[in-house]
């Protein structure tokens, strides 16, 4: 379905020192800098697969994700999305994918949303029949129907990114790619698109590729993720085989009858969080069972939970040691 193959991205951009006499110099000669958005990248993604990208700022994803969809030409490698070449924007291919970016505005400022979303219709010469099935799903599953009627410059962020997946999912592509779709969203906005994409595959079973700083998404969305830093593919494999290769603790929450006195933890692990009779301790990921079993006939224990650490300090932890 979507086919990567030493996928390269260099942008040649003109490099000016600050300061007025660089502005001049410059001028005269211009002196030009190779950025390796993208270097030797290969995956496959099968389809009705939802896989999360993740990255630290100016890794390369949106590069790769413009490459996908061919609004960027590769430097070199293969690129290959439903046996199309993207670069080529053959009319067949554009009418199967969609890429939605959470910081763009693609839909007409000035028109209701309803007017915006028959642009679409138009630009993607659905007949009537499909377009108001799929317009009809839509609007129940973002619950859009009070919003139809509104210009979209008077929107809100989450209602637009609504509207904007709405739009995107008209011509029901078979793979759908999502950069930062809940960017500066609060905590229900978020949720609810989440919930929308889960939905949505579930129901049409596109594949998606989606990119988030909010590891909420990428967790609650996608159990294979491909880690990108500077440009390179780090890891690519299941979200659970991500935490246990690069997480070598777990996390033992106890809560005690009574209090014990600090000391006593030194046997277990080591001790993260403290709140009277409740401990958080890090112990290591082949011990966990053992300090559990060890603590349960030591202490008296009223309840014990074991937990992987955030995924997001494992991320960190991939980047870091990257
Ligand atoms: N058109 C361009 N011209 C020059 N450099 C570019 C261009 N587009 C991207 N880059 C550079 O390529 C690198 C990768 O950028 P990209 O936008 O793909 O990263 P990203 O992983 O999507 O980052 P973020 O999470 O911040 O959106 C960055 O160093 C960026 O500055």
Partial sequence: MIEVGDLAKHFRVHRRDPGLRASMRSLIRRDHVTVRAVEQVSFTIGEGEVVGFLGPNGAGKTTTLKCLTGLLHPTSGEVRVLGHIP????????????????????????????????????????????YHSALDELV????????????????????RMRCEL???????????????????????????????????????????LLTSHYMGDVTALASRVLVIDGGTLRFDGDLAALVEAHSPHRLLRITLREPVPVSTWVDFGTVTEIDGAMVTLQVPRAETAAVAARLLAALTVDDVGIEDPPVEDIIRAVFTHA
């Fill in 87 to 130: 670069q080529r924007r053959e009319p067949a291919f554009l009418r199967r994918i969609s890429l939605v970016m959470g910081q763009r505005n693609s839909l007409f400022w000035d028109l209701p949303a309803a007017d915006a979303f028959e642009v679409n219709r138009a630009m993607y010469g659905l007949a009537e029949g499909p």
């Fill in 140 to 159: 129940h599953l973002l619950d859009l129907e009070p919003l139809l009627a509104k210009q979209v410059r008077v929107l809100s962020l989450g209602e």
């Fill in 166 to 208: 709405a739009a995107a999912l008209l011509h029901r592509p078979d793979v759908l790619l999502l950069d930062e779709p809940t960017l500066g969203l609060d905590v229900n906005g978020q949720a609810a698109i989440r919930a929308f994409v889960r939905e949505y595959t579930d129901r049409n079973g596109a594949t998606v």
